[in-house]
């Protein structure tokens, strides 16, 4: 299923360099990707504190999303599991509350093409579950 065109969104360059002097993550000119090589399991909560707590602009929040939800997908690849994870719990009440501004994310993650979420990314049978709570809201 293809998300409208309308609700896509990608990060802007100046920001995920920011975020990433800011987090003390790795950046490059060029870099491509940035939330998938940055994502790392366990800086979760780091990751999340300043989303919840800082005072992000729009473009920040998403970018800092992007790289929460990767680095929830490193998790699950390695423990094969979210499920009674309080810090899963928080991203997708987050991600439920701002669906607004994260159904790109939610979208790409829940990999739709795939029938079965077992086939998408590890952590697609996670959020394919928060697609099906916000999708009406934009199909």
């Not at 995920?16 to 800011?22: A, T």
């Not at 940035?34 to 399991?41: A, G, P, T």
Request: charged share 30%; hydrophobic share 35%; aromatic share 12%.
């Amino acid at each position: 299923m293809e998300l409208p065109e309308e609700y896509i969104r990608y990060s802007p360059v100046e920001v995920e360099k920011r975020l990433s002097e800011r987090m003390g993550l790795p950046w490059f000119d060029g870099m491509q990707d940035w939330d998938l090589i940055s994502s790392d399991s366990g800086r979760i909560k780091e990751f999340l504190s300043p989303y919840k707590t800082g005072n992000l602009n729009d473009d920040e929040k998403f970018a800092m999303m992007e790289l929460i939800v990767s680095s929830f997908d490193d998790l699950a690849r390695e423990k094969g599991s979210l499920h009674h994870n309080d810090l899963w719990q928080d991203c997708k009440n987050i991600l439920i509350n701002e669906c607004w501004l994260h159904i790109s994310t939610i979208h790409y993650w829940s990999s739709l093409e795939d029938n079965h979420p077992e086939d998408g990314f590890p952590s697609t049978k996670f959020i394919r579950p928060v697609w099906n709570t916000v999708k009406t809201n934009f199909i």
